[in-house]
């Protein structure tokens, strides 16, 4: 039988089992952030070079040169034309529906002038390059090509460099026919610290972005986290997340498999059911043992069941909301029988999916919204990934004569109080100006 640790709110230690069963350091050890501070010091210094020996000592295969890093246009092409007519078929349905979802997020330029004639307003502008990050090897995942690059090129970003790693020199064809539908500008097969590193500096092959974004690994993770300052990032994402909050009426099957959905990304990966019908729990538990030999990533999925995995009772529907909201989970299935009731008392979640019938996997690859969200309990201050993350605002002042009046002699009193004694003379020559 598959160990899952069950929880009740109803317990006196629950606020204490709870809040260890979501504790998550998300980045690393010191260990690994020695390792990636003294890759960034080599791609910095180093350039190309550092490049093309990290790739033959990390992913054992060693470029020509420099320039053969990069992927041609011609590669992408050429894994469009390999890859099955389901798969191309189902690539560019899936980025049609991104697009369609990200053109509703677009920020535009908006102003307004007061009675005085002072205009106030915001322009907004796309970012002129950004990276993209993609795993490679094991992990090779063409959906995140499409989440993170269709809402940049949406919001008008110049130019959008790829970088993913080819462990042996192996690429995969599905990543690189996706890159093509999403709209890749380049492409270069490099991955790790080092291509965070090249992307955040900049070597003589590879463009330094403005930001970067993208899943990886540990390294990965702590790269970004490394280089924020010098460029944006998107997040340091933790271990994939889910919970699922039932009324007990949907089949069990249906809820073991969604837990597992998220169970089989890794050991850390964290699947979570909340239900206030005690038997119910019995019976997805019963449904987790028996499902669970037939899986393909068994092992994977047993370890992050038994890990941080959970089957919670509450007391009630509303004390499962309460739980959710204490969670603020990256991904919320409401399996009940009318979300809508309830969807607004939500407070912190990265994406929810309504009703029996909303699996979470629809979320992953098609459904529209975006797929890059908030983990270990960051959707309490951040929001999942979208055009907004690719556009820029720049406020707009221009006082007219009689608004700089008004203003100045507000700015010179806050300036003086402050022993600004510029600021506030820098305004005072405002308040009696020339004539416009």
């Given at each position: 039988?598959?160990?899952?640790?069950?929880?009740?709110?109803?317990?006196?230690?629950?606020?204490?089992?709870?809040?260890?069963?979501?504790?998550?350091?998300?980045?690393?050890?010191?260990?690994?952030?020695?390792?990636?501070?003294?890759?960034?010091?080599?791609?910095?210094?180093?350039?190309?070079?550092?490049?093309?020996?990290?790739?033959?000592?990390?992913?054992?295969?060693?470029?020509?040169?420099?320039?053969?890093?990069?992927?041609?246009?011609?590669?992408?092409?050429?894994?469009?034309?390999?890859?099955?007519?389901?798969?191309?078929?189902?690539?560019?349905?899936?980025?049609?529906?991104?697009?369609?979802?990200?053109?509703?997020?677009?920020?535009?330029?908006?102003?307004?002038?007061?009675?005085?004639?002072?205009?106030?307003?915001?322009?907004?502008?796309?970012?002129?390059?950004?990276?993209?990050?993609?795993?490679?090897?094991?992990?090779?995942?063409?959906?995140?090509?499409?989440?993170?690059?269709?809402?940049?090129?949406?919001?008008?970003?110049?130019?959008?460099?790829?970088?993913?790693?080819?462990?042996?020199?192996?690429?995969?064809?599905?990543?690189?026919?996706?890159?093509?539908?999403?709209?890749?500008?380049?492409?270069?097969?490099?991955?790790?610290?080092?291509?965070?590193?090249?992307?955040?500096?900049?070597?003589?092959?590879?463009?330094?972005?403005?930001?970067?974004?993208?899943?990886?690994?540990?390294?990965v993770a702590t790269a970004k986290r490394a280089v924020f300052g010098q460029v944006g990032i998107d997040m340091v994402a933790g271990p994939s997340e889910i919970l699922v909050v039932c009324d007990g009426e949907t089949d069990p099957d249906w809820i073991a498999m969604d837990l597992f959905s998220q169970a089989e990304h890794d050991e850390d990966a964290q699947s979570i059911l909340v239900s206030w019908h005690g038997d119910f729990l019995d019976r997805v538990a019963a449904s987790i043992d028996r499902l669970l030999p037939t899986m393909e990533r068994e092992g994977i999925i047993a370890a992050a069941l038994r890990g941080r995995g959970a089957l919670i009772q509450a007391r009630d529907?509303?004390?499962?909301?309460?739980?959710?909201?204490?969670?603020?989970?990256?991904?919320?299935?409401?399996?009940?029988?009318?979300?809508?009731?309830?969807?607004?008392?939500?407070?912190?979640?990265?994406?929810?999916?309504?009703?029996?019938?909303?699996?979470?996997?629809?979320?992953?690859?098609?459904?529209?919204?975006?797929?890059?969200?908030?983990?270990?309990?960051?959707?309490?201050?951040?929001?999942?990934?979208?055009?907004?993350?690719?556009?820029?605002?720049?406020?707009?002042?221009?006082?007219?004569?009689?608004?700089?009046?008004?203003?100045?002699?507000?700015?010179?009193?806050?300036?003086?109080?402050?022993?600004?004694?510029?600021?506030?003379?820098?305004?005072?020559?405002?308040?009696?100006?020339?004539?416009?």
């Amino acid at each position: 039988m598959n160990e899952i640790k069950r929880l009740a709110t109803s317990d006196d230690d629950f606020p204490t089992r709870l809040a260890a069963l979501l504790a998550w350091e998300s980045v690393s050890d010191a260990g690994v952030q020695r390792t990636v501070a003294e890759i960034i010091r080599e791609v910095r210094a180093g350039g190309d070079a550092a490049l093309l020996d990290c790739t033959a000592r990390l992913d054992r295969w060693t470029p020509s040169s420099a320039a053969s890093l990069e992927i041609p246009r011609e590669r992408l092409e050429q894994a469009w034309r390999l890859i099955p007519a389901a798969q191309r078929e189902a690539l560019e349905q899936a980025a049609e529906r991104i697009r369609a979802y990200a053109e509703h997020q677009r920020l535009v330029d908006w102003a307004y002038r007061e009675p005085n004639g002072t205009l106030l307003g915001q322009q907004v502008r796309p970012l002129d390059r950004v990276g993209l990050y993609v795993p490679g090897g094991k992990a090779a995942y063409p959906s995140s090509v499409l989440m993170n690059a269709v809402p940049a090129k949406v919001a008008g970003v110049g130019e959008l460099i790829m970088v993913v790693p080819t462990p042996d020199g192996e690429s995969n064809e599905l990543v690189l026919a996706a890159a093509r539908v999403a709209g890749v500008d380049r492409a270069f097969a490099v991955g790790g610290a080092q291509a965070v590193a090249a992307l955040a500096y900049g070597t003589s092959t590879i463009p330094r972005v403005d930001k970067i974004v993208g899943p990886g690994n540990i390294y990965v993770a702590t790269a970004k986290r490394a280089v924020f300052g010098q460029v944006g990032i998107d997040m340091v994402a933790g271990p994939s997340e889910i919970l699922v909050v039932c009324d007990g009426e949907t089949d069990p099957d249906w809820i073991a498999m969604d837990l597992f959905s998220q169970a089989e990304h890794d050991e850390d990966a964290q699947s979570i059911l909340v239900s206030w019908h005690g038997d119910f729990l019995d019976r997805v538990a019963a449904s987790i043992d028996r499902l669970l030999p037939t899986m393909e990533r068994e092992g994977i999925i047993a370890a992050a069941l038994r890990g941080r995995g959970a089957l919670i009772q509450a007391r009630d529907l509303d004390d499962a909301i309460e739980v959710a909201n204490e969670i603020a989970p990256e991904h919320l299935e409401l399996s009940v029988a009318d979300p809508e009731s309830i969807v607004g008392r939500i407070r912190h979640a990265g994406a929810i999916f309504m009703g029996r019938y909303t699996a979470e996997a629809l979320g992953d690859y098609c459904a529209g919204p975006n797929h890059v969200l908030p983990t270990s309990r960051t959707a309490r201050f951040s929001s999942p990934l979208g055009v907004y993350d690719f556009q820029k605002r720049s406020s707009l002042i221009m006082a007219s004569r009689t608004g700089a009046a008004e203003l100045s002699r507000t700015a010179s009193v806050l300036a003086r109080g402050e022993g600004l004694t510029a600021h506030a003379r820098s305004a005072e020559y405002r308040m009696e100006g020339p004539d416009e």
